[in-house]
C-alpha cells in the first residue's frame, strides 16, 4: 500500500520543479508516472520533448532533426531552448518532472541558472536519487525479456511471464535484446557512472539531494518519493 498525501489533496498544491536521476534499470520511468499522477504535475523527458519538437517542425527541431540526420548528437543549447519552452506551458504551472534531465554537469549547471531566473514564478527545485547497487541493477536488466510479436515487456527477476519463456498474451517465444546482453549493459552502467552520477555530488554539496533506497519494492519507493517531495515542498513553501 502506497502512503503519502492523499491524490486529491496532493494536486491541489504547488510542487514545483522534481529533478529525478537514477542508472538504468533503477526504475526512473515507474516512479515519474505514479509520481506525475499523484501530485498532477506533468512528466517530461528530453526524448519526449526532442520528439515533439521534430514531428511538430518547429524552428528548434527542424535544427535537432539536421544534426541528428548527420549522425551527431544534439548540443545541449537546442535541448535547452526545447526545455525552457515546454516547462514555460500552461500545464507546468503547479510543477512538472524531468525525468532524464539533466545527465551531465553543464546541463545541471544551466538548469540552475534558469531555475534562479524562474525564482519568483515557482518553488525551488526538488532533486530525487534513485539509487541502487551495480548488481541488483545488472540482474534487473539482463533480466528483461520481449515479446517480439506484441512488444510487452517482462523481467525473470521481477515481472515473469506465466509459462517460462512465453508471452502470456501472444505465446510468442521472448527474445533478449541485443542492447539488454549484460556486455551492453554493463558499458551503459559504466557510462552512467562517468557522465551522470557526479551530479549526485553536484546536488550534495548543495544540501538539496533526496536519496531513495530503489531496491525495495516498488510500492515503497513511490512511498519514499512521494513522501520526500511533500517534505521538501513544505520546507521550499516555507523559506518563501
Not at 491541489?12 to 504535475?41: D, M, N, S
Not at 541558472?113 to 532533486?127: E, S, T
Request: aromatic content about 6%; glycine content about 10%; some cysteine.
Amino acid at each position: 500500500m502506497v502512503t503519502g498525501p492523499s491524490t486529491t489533496t496532493a494536486v491541489q498544491k504547488a510542487v514545483g520543479p522534481v529533478v529525478l536521476l537514477g542508472p538504468p534499470g533503477a526504475g526512473k520511468g515507474t516512479q515519474a508516472k505514479r509520481i506525475a499522477e499523484h501530485f498532477g504535475i506533468p512528466q517530461i523527458s528530453t526524448g519526449d520533448i526532442l520528439r515533439a519538437n521534430v514531428a511538430a517542425g518547429t524552428e528548434l527541431g527542424k535544427q535537432a532533426k539536421s544534426v541528428m540526420e548527420s549522425g551527431n548528437l544534439v548540443p545541449d543549447e537546442l535541448l535547452f531552448g526545447m526545455v525552457s519552452a515546454r516547462v514555460g506551458e500552461a500545464d507546468c504551472a503547479r510543477g512538472y518532472i524531468l525525468d532524464g534531465f539533466p545527465r551531465t554537469l553543464a546541463q545541471a549547471e544551466w538548469l540552475d541558472k534558469f531555475f534562479q531566473n524562474q525564482r519568483d514564478a515557482q518553488l525551488p527545485p526538488v532533486v530525487v536519487d534513485i539509487q541502487v547497487g551495480y548488481n541488483e541493477l545488472l540482474g534487473r536488466l539482463t533480466g528483461r525479456r520481449t515479446c517480439p510479436t506484441c512488444g510487452r515487456i517482462y523481467n525473470v527477476h521481477l515481472s515473469p511471464p506465466k509459462v517460462e519463456g512465453l508471452c502470456d498474451v501472444e505465446g510468442s517465444k521472448l527474445v533478449t535484446r541485443k542492447d539488454d546482453e549484460e556486455t551492453v549493459i554493463a558499458e551503459r552502467l559504466k557510462a552512467y557512472e562517468r557522465q551522470t552520477a557526479p551530479l549526485t555530488d553536484y546536488y550534495k554539496s548543495q544540501g538539496r539531494l533526496l536519496i531513495l533506497d530503489g531496491s525495495r519494492s516498488i510500492d515503497e519507493v513511490t512511498s519514499q518519493a512521494f513522501q520526500a517531495i511533500e517534505k521538501a515542498r513544505e520546507k521550499n513553501v516555507g523559506q518563501r
